[in-house]
Every structure is written in structure tokens, then in C-alpha cells.
């Protein structure tokens, strides 16, 4: 079975901290997305990366930075988090088949951030 | 510009109905992808579903169906017999290829909300 693990499940942090969310997956899979998870808003990209050290600006990048050092980890970081980056964070993974050929992404629980 | 559109925000029923979620798309790609997820209270998302552009068959498994229709960009879930298991966020996606040409980039539909009342 796929497995997506996000370091945290809930997280309360200070307005202007650094924050780091870890996703660690292990099924190498070369694709791997954030997404945050806002009530009437469902799941908006904010970065995926489709390779080691490669990364892409999803819909919402703004307040956010990503790393990708290693294949099976991909953190999402808030430089100096405030409070409408309080939100449900989910990391995902997937496969690269072939091209054009899209398979299904797999989530990780979730994390409840509260930034106040 | 790609697009899921979901109009139904919740639902509730008794058990043992049959409900339907419905989901419109909008690609100007002749080639993707759509799926269904489902999101229990636990939060984790589980996927339900891959159908490519290409198969309009529809599909059943269990209790679950979908029915896809190109002619009307839809991509409709039902679910027969529903059971209190069932109460969840069901989320439909489209998958669209991005940066280095296989990259399924989903964008997600808002979401509904079903609740089964026993």
C-alpha cells in the first residue's frame, strides 16, 4: 500500500514564525503536491514538484515556499505564517506512468495548522 | 481554463436511498482525466476512481456507480442503497497534463457533503 505520511497532524503556531509541514512518501513516486484545504474552497494547489530539487507554483504559491532535496520528501514552509494561512494542509503523491498518462494522486492525512 | 464545478454543497438522506452527486468539468484538452474522492471525518482522502476522456463507459462497482457523458462534461456518482459509512466530503477532480507532460496536476471540485441518516 502507498503510504503518504505528513509529520504532524495538528499544529499551532505564532503569527511570523517559520513553519515547516513534512510529507514523506514510499512508494517513489516522482510527483508530489501540497494542497490546502479551505470549508467552500475544497483542495487549492499551492506547489507540487515532479522531480527531485524541481518545483512548480500551484494556484495559490503566495506566503509559501517548498523544498524537494530527496525524492520521497516534500516540505512546505510559511516564511512568516499569519492567520488566513490557518488552514488544512494535505500532501500527495503520484506516479509517473507515461506521458499523458495520469494516474491517481495519494493523500496524507492532513495537517490542522492554526496560526495565532 | 480548467474548472470542476460541484453545485451541491450537502446533501441528507435516510438510509438505504439512493443518492446522486453530481459533478460538471470544464478542459479544452481532448486528453484527461477525472476521479472521485472521498473524504471520511478522519480526513484522509481515498480515492474511488480513475476514468480517462477516452472511456464514457460507465461503471460499477458495489453500490457505487458513475456515469460519464463528454456531450455534457459530467461526471455523476451515485450511490444505491447509501449506508451511515457513507456520510463523507466526496470530492470530483480533473486531472490535466502539466510540466514534464505526465504531471496530473488535480483540480478539485468544492466538495459535497453527504450526510446518510440512519
Known amino acids: 500500500d502507498v503510504k503518504v505520511t505528513q509529520s504532524s497532524r495538528y499544529l499551532v503556531k505564532r503569527t511570523g514564525e517559520k513553519v515547516f509541514l513534512e510529507c514523506v512518501q514510499d512508494m517513489d513516486h516522482e510527483n508530489m503536491f501540497w494542497y490546502r484545504q479551505d470549508p467552500g474552497l475544497g483542495l487549492r494547489l499551492i506547489y507540487f514538484s515532479y522531480d527531485v530539487k524541481m518545483k512548480e507554483k500551484g494556484d495559490i504559491p503566495e506566503g509559501y515556499s517548498v523544498s524537494r532535496e530527496k525524492k520521497e520528501r516534500f516540505s512546505l514552509i510559511l516564511e512568516s505564517a499569519s492567520t488566513n494561512q490557518t488552514s488544512m494542509y494535505l500532501c500527495a503523491s503520484s506516479l509517473i506512468v507515461r506521458r499523458r498518462m495520469n494516474t491517481e494522486a495519494f493523500f496524507g492525512q492532513g495537517t490542522r495548522l492554526t496560526v495565532v | 481554463a480548467q474548472k470542476v464545478t460541484q453545485a451541491q454543497t450537502e446533501i441528507s438522506v435516510v438510509e438505504k436511498e439512493d443518492v446522486t452527486l453530481d459533478c460538471v468539468y470544464e478542459?479544452?484538452?481532448?486528453?484527461?482525466?477525472l476521479f472521485w474522492y472521498k473524504q471520511p471525518p478522519s480526513g484522509e482522502l481515498v480515492f474511488l476512481i480513475r476514468?480517462?476522456?477516452?472511456?464514457?463507459q460507465n461503471e460499477i462497482s458495489g453500490r457505487y456507480s458513475w456515469n460519464f457523458q463528454k456531450s455534457t462534461s459530467s461526471f455523476n456518482f451515485t450511490i444505491t442503497a447509501s449506508q451511515v459509512v457513507d456520510s463523507a466530503v466526496y470530492f470530483c477532480a480533473l486531472s490535466v497534463t502539466g510540466y514534464g507532460g505526465a504531471t496530473n496536476k488535480l483540480i478539485f471540485g468544492t466538495g459535497t457533503l453527504l450526510a446518510v441518516q440512519p
Open positions: 476514468r480517462n476522456s477516452f472511456d464514457e
Open positions: 478542459t479544452r484538452d481532448t486528453t484527461y482525466y
